[in-house]
C-alpha cells in the first residue's frame, strides 16, 4: 500500500503526520483527516503499470471484463473496470504490461467522458516519476507527452490516454518492419 500512495506524494509520513496534527488540534477537523488518510489508502489501486503481470493487474481489478488483440502489434488486450474507469492493457510476449488505455466508463447513454488535465497528469506520474515532456499535438481535441522510453498520447476524440513503454514502441517497429519485408 505504501508503494501505491508514494506514487502520489512522495513523503506519504509528512502527510500522514499533517493529518493527524489537524485531529490533535482540539478535535477539530476529524472526519476530514479521516477522510484523507482513506484517500491516501486507496489513491493508487486505480493505476495499473507498465511492468506488471496480468495475475497484479487482476489482483488490482478483479476478474477480466473482455480481450482482443491490440491491432498495431497483434497482441493480447486484456480489459477492466475500476470504479468509474474502463483500464485494457496489453501484455507482451514476457507476460508484462507494455501498454495501458484509461477512459471513464460509459454514462447510461453511451456518452464518455473526456478525462479531466487532473486525471491525466495522475495516471501519467502514477506510471513513471520525472517530467512528462509535451512532444507534440495529436490533431486538435489531443497531445502527446515522452518520458525516457515512455509515450503517451491523449485523443479527446474517443476520451482515451494510452501509455505505452519502451518494450511496445520495439514490438511496434519490429511489426511494420516485418510487414515491409512482406511487401517487399
Known sequence: MRTQVTEYIPDVDRAR??????????????????????????VGSVFAHIGETLEQSIKRYGPVQDTEKDDQCGLPVYQFTKGEYHIAIVVGESGKTVKITYRHKSSSLGLIAELSNVEITKFLNAEKSGPWIGSRKVDDSGAAWVNGGFNAEYTARNSTLSIAGPDYSKLVKERMNGQKRKSD
Open 17 to 42: 503526520s499533517e493529518a493527524f496534527r489537524v485531529v490533535r488540534r482540539r478535535g477539530r477537523g476529524l472526519f476530514l483527516a479521516i477522510t484523507a488518510i482513506a484517500a491516501l489508502s486507496i
